[in-house]
């Protein structure tokens, strides 16, 4: 056949080397930024021409956008063919075979670091966006046709396969085809949307930044075309964990990944939304400048592949206290049966600690509240470390680690001559799947009952205790509704009132322990602390925007809290002051805890080079240093809550509560309140 071919214009187009061949026809170069593909007679259709011919009227020039540019005709002005720009790029250096196999990736770039692979992913979504923009869709999005000269540079080949307008894409590959068209048999037939194109850009980032591997690939799975149908995907994201994602260097870059990005894979992967094109890049260009801050470690390939915490529980907030079970809600008993019952004492067994604390009676009733009027300890256990993934106790850990604290309070009950002690757990009790052992172990041991508290019990007696030890500097109007967050260990209680009476109440699993075991349960050797704290602010954040975007959370939204109290050791740290006594009806700014944060923040980083090292100190010994890093830290992850529902309820300032559930029980027992 002649190698000399024409433009509309008549002008001749002289063919050299052959440079490819494939089923459809020849790839030659004509000069050194131009080639020509020649079609086979056989490939040569009406709507084939159509095609090309509509591409070439769109008139794109975006280096490193290989379309047709100029039709070529024979010598019998029949088209054959077109003109489109040379890709300036070695054999070898398809994505397929660069990026997309891990060892070739480390041979081919070695100096790459994850700043390279934004960079590769935003110069594809930018050529994507001008193709989108002009009414083309890739559709058959495949590693093979797209060439990487570095990260800024890349070329898509083989373009007249695209969509364009309405002539379609003929073609597919599975791991970039969306689930409702994966049983489409013939390509041909179907006008894909932008919709099924945004599925196969998130597959596309994703085997970017996990070289090559789909985001359906999992342990036991079955093959990836039923796992896209089945949206099975794996991954985890905060305390959503199947445990099924691949093990080993996989489980690792998906940790290190920024949350912000890890949402956005699992959000089309899980949720079946689709982020767009725009979407993409704004991810994208905020975790760029996150990985140049070192927030996030840079290396495509962890450094370390050993976890520093396993087998701890991300969730004490799925279960409540229904049934009305005397086993594990009788939280009374009489230590001096023959006394009159006037002196009573509390026992609170919190996911965090064992506290107990037994009131003067008499002063109370004739004088009113003050803390000079009680004696009161609690000792941290850390409970809620004994619950496994599974959520079951450890009941050798708790034999060991709570007992002998529960016993030491018992002690001191009998010392102060408590004729009634009424002992009440919380979040971590609430969770254990066998809390009807452990209750029957502190029988046992301790011989006292123990009461389970409710969601919505918890929530009403700690506000008993806020309503009756409050000082007369805070006035509440009894008009209007005031909003509670009693942050806890194991969840965090969002409690709606007026006049006292409770509006409505909803439980977040966002307790300061679950905090610290998400932050903790993605980390290696070399996990860097500010990425752990980055990432708990926009777990926390999605959380509550969930939350609030929910059902559930409507009665909150209509009908606004005008007043807000918090409890928990995070807001109580932050008010700078020691002891209840002085943190109590504290008042605290946004900017003030914003202010607290920072200084936490900055004494973790200053004092641990990373999460492991700070982890040591967390589960080592009982010591006073351990207690006040432990403050340091949890207070560090639980006032990015307060901040994020100040802003969503607009209330600026914040009163704190210094005296909590186990005063709230003491005096719905002295005053038989719960009658």
Same mark, same amino acid.
């Given at each position: 056949m002649t190698k000399t071919f024409?433009?509309?214009?008549?002008?001749?187009?002289? #063919?050299? &080397?052959? #440079? $490819? =061949?494939? $089923?459809?026809?020849?790839v030659y170069l004509v000069d050194s930024q131009t080639v020509a593909k020649i079609y086979n007679i056989k490939?040569?259709?009406? &709507?084939?021409?159509?095609?090309?011919? +509509?591409?070439? &009227? @769109?008139?794109?020039?975006? =280096?490193?956008?290989?379309?047709?540019t100029e039709a070529i005709y024979n010598e019998n002005k029949k088209f054959i063919g077109y003109l489109m720009p040379k890709a300036d790029v070695e054999k070898g250096f398809e994505m397929q075979t660069c990026v997309f196999n891990p060892e070739l990736l480390k041979k081919k770039f070695p100096k790459w670091t994850r700043i390279n692979l934004v960079n590769l992913s935003l110069s594809i979504l930018n050529k994507i966006k001008v193709l989108h923009d002009n009414n083309i869709i890739v559709g058959d999005i495949n590693p093979f046709n797209i060439l990487i000269k570095d990260d800024n540079l890349i070329f898509f080949v083989d373009t007249d396969s695209y969509q364009v307008d309405n002539y379609v894409c003929p073609v597919g590959t599975v791991h970039f085809t969306a689930p409702e068209i994966q049983n489409i048999e013939n390509f041909s037939k179907l006008i894909r949307t932008k919709d099924h194109e945004y599925f196969a850009i998130a597959s596309l980032i994703f085997m970017i930044f996990h070289?090559?591997? +789909?985001?359906?690939a999992f342990q036991g799975g079955g093959n990836i075309k039923e796992n896209i149908i089945g949206m099975n995907f794996s991954y985890p994201l905060g305390d959503e964990d199947n445990y099924l994602a691949p093990q080993g260097m996989w489980e690792y870059i998906w940790n290190e990944l920024s949350y912000e990005l890890r949402k956005a894979f699992y959000t089309v992967f899980k949720e079946n939304y689709r982020l767009t094109v725009t979407d993409w890049i704004t991810v994208l260009e905020t975790y760029k400048e996150d990985l140049t801050q070192g927030i996030y470690p840079i290396n495509i390939f962890p450094s370390s592949t050993e976890k520093i915490l396993q087998g701890r529980t991300i969730n004490m907030n799925r279960r409540d206290i229904k049934e009305n079970d005397p086993a594990i809600r009788n939280g009374k008993t009489n230590l001096r049966p023959n006394a009159d019952g006037a002196n009573i004492g509390v026992l609170e067994l919190s996911t965090k600690a064992v506290k107990f604390i037994v009131g003067d009676t008499p002063a109370l009733k004739q004088n009113g509240f003050s803390f000079d009027y009680f004696f009161r300890i609690a *000792?941290?256990?850390?409970?809620?470390? $004994?619950? *496994? +993934? *599974?959520?079951?106790?450890?009941?050798?850990?708790?034999s060991s680690k709570v007992i002998p604290y529960i016993k030491k309070m018992m002690k001191l009950a009998r010392e102060k001559q408590v004729d009634i002690l009424y002992c009440v757990a919380t979040a971590a009790y609430r969770t254990a799947n066998n809390r009807n052992e452990i209750i029957e172990i502190i029988k046992d041991e301790c011989g006292i009952n123990v009461k389970i508290l409710s969601k919505k019990e918890e929530a009403i007696a700690t506000l008993t205790g806020f309503i009756f030890c409050k000082k007369d500097s805070v006035i509440i109007d009894q008009n209007l509704n005031y909003l509670m967050i009693d942050q806890g260990g194991g969840s965090t209680e969002l409690s709606l009132f007026r006049s006292n009476e409770i509006i409505d109440t909803y439980s977040l699993n966002l307790g300061t322990s679950i905090l610290k075991n998400v932050l903790f349960k993605e980390a290696t050797n070399n996990s860097l602390i500010n990425k752990g704290l980055r990432d708990s602010d926009k777990f926390i954040k999605d959380r509550l925007r969930t939350y609030f975007s929910n059902p559930k959370s409507s009665i909150l939204n209509k009908n606004k809290g005008q007043f807000l109290i !918090?409890?928990?050791? !995070?807001?109580?740290?932050?008010? $700078?002051? @020691?002891?209840? =006594?002085?943190?109590?009806?504290?008042?605290?700014?946004? !900017?003030?805890?914003?202010?607290s944060m920072k200084k936490f923040e900055e004494y973790l980083n200053d004092n641990y080079s990373n999460s492991k090292e700070l982890l040591n100190v967390l589960e080592g010994p009982h010591t006073e240093h351990r207690g006040k890093?432990? /403050?340091?830290?949890? +207070? /560090? #992850?639980?006032?990015?809550?307060f901040l994020v529902i100040m802003n969503q309820i607009n209330?600026?300032?914040?009163?704190?509560?210094?005296?909590? #559930?186990?005063?709230?029980?003491?005096? &719905?027992?002295l005053y038989n309140l719960n009658n």
């Amino acid at each position: 056949m002649t190698k000399t071919f024409y433009t509309k214009n008549g002008k001749a187009i002289i #063919l050299s &080397e052959e #440079l $490819g =061949k494939g $089923g459809e026809g020849s790839v030659y170069l004509v000069d050194s930024q131009t080639v020509a593909k020649i079609y086979n007679i056989k490939s040569l259709t009406a &709507e084939k021409q159509g095609k090309i011919l +509509s591409m070439i &009227e @769109k008139k794109i020039k975006v =280096k490193g956008i290989c379309v047709p540019t100029e039709a070529i005709y024979n010598e019998n002005k029949k088209f054959i063919g077109y003109l489109m720009p040379k890709a300036d790029v070695e054999k070898g250096f398809e994505m397929q075979t660069c990026v997309f196999n891990p060892e070739l990736l480390k041979k081919k770039f070695p100096k790459w670091t994850r700043i390279n692979l934004v960079n590769l992913s935003l110069s594809i979504l930018n050529k994507i966006k001008v193709l989108h923009d002009n009414n083309i869709i890739v559709g058959d999005i495949n590693p093979f046709n797209i060439l990487i000269k570095d990260d800024n540079l890349i070329f898509f080949v083989d373009t007249d396969s695209y969509q364009v307008d309405n002539y379609v894409c003929p073609v597919g590959t599975v791991h970039f085809t969306a689930p409702e068209i994966q049983n489409i048999e013939n390509f041909s037939k179907l006008i894909r949307t932008k919709d099924h194109e945004y599925f196969a850009i998130a597959s596309l980032i994703f085997m970017i930044f996990h070289p090559g591997k +789909s985001p359906y690939a999992f342990q036991g799975g079955g093959n990836i075309k039923e796992n896209i149908i089945g949206m099975n995907f794996s991954y985890p994201l905060g305390d959503e964990d199947n445990y099924l994602a691949p093990q080993g260097m996989w489980e690792y870059i998906w940790n290190e990944l920024s949350y912000e990005l890890r949402k956005a894979f699992y959000t089309v992967f899980k949720e079946n939304y689709r982020l767009t094109v725009t979407d993409w890049i704004t991810v994208l260009e905020t975790y760029k400048e996150d990985l140049t801050q070192g927030i996030y470690p840079i290396n495509i390939f962890p450094s370390s592949t050993e976890k520093i915490l396993q087998g701890r529980t991300i969730n004490m907030n799925r279960r409540d206290i229904k049934e009305n079970d005397p086993a594990i809600r009788n939280g009374k008993t009489n230590l001096r049966p023959n006394a009159d019952g006037a002196n009573i004492g509390v026992l609170e067994l919190s996911t965090k600690a064992v506290k107990f604390i037994v009131g003067d009676t008499p002063a109370l009733k004739q004088n009113g509240f003050s803390f000079d009027y009680f004696f009161r300890i609690a *000792d941290k256990t850390e409970t809620g470390m $004994g619950l *496994d +993934s *599974d959520n079951y106790m450890d009941l050798d850990f708790y034999s060991s680690k709570v007992i002998p604290y529960i016993k030491k309070m018992m002690k001191l009950a009998r010392e102060k001559q408590v004729d009634i002690l009424y002992c009440v757990a919380t979040a971590a009790y609430r969770t254990a799947n066998n809390r009807n052992e452990i209750i029957e172990i502190i029988k046992d041991e301790c011989g006292i009952n123990v009461k389970i508290l409710s969601k919505k019990e918890e929530a009403i007696a700690t506000l008993t205790g806020f309503i009756f030890c409050k000082k007369d500097s805070v006035i509440i109007d009894q008009n209007l509704n005031y909003l509670m967050i009693d942050q806890g260990g194991g969840s965090t209680e969002l409690s709606l009132f007026r006049s006292n009476e409770i509006i409505d109440t909803y439980s977040l699993n966002l307790g300061t322990s679950i905090l610290k075991n998400v932050l903790f349960k993605e980390a290696t050797n070399n996990s860097l602390i500010n990425k752990g704290l980055r990432d708990s602010d926009k777990f926390i954040k999605d959380r509550l925007r969930t939350y609030f975007s929910n059902p559930k959370s409507s009665i909150l939204n209509k009908n606004k809290g005008q007043f807000l109290i !918090a409890n928990g050791t !995070a807001i109580t740290h932050a008010s $700078g002051k @020691k002891g209840n =006594k002085d943190q109590h009806c504290t008042i605290l700014t946004k !900017a003030g805890i914003e202010k607290s944060m920072k200084k936490f923040e900055e004494y973790l980083n200053d004092n641990y080079s990373n999460s492991k090292e700070l982890l040591n100190v967390l589960e080592g010994p009982h010591t006073e240093h351990r207690g006040k890093i432990d /403050r340091i830290l949890v +207070s /560090r #992850l639980g006032l990015s809550m307060f901040l994020v529902i100040m802003n969503q309820i607009n209330i600026t300032q914040i009163v704190v509560n210094g005296t909590g #559930l186990w005063y709230g029980v003491y005096f &719905e027992n002295l005053y038989n309140l719960n009658n």
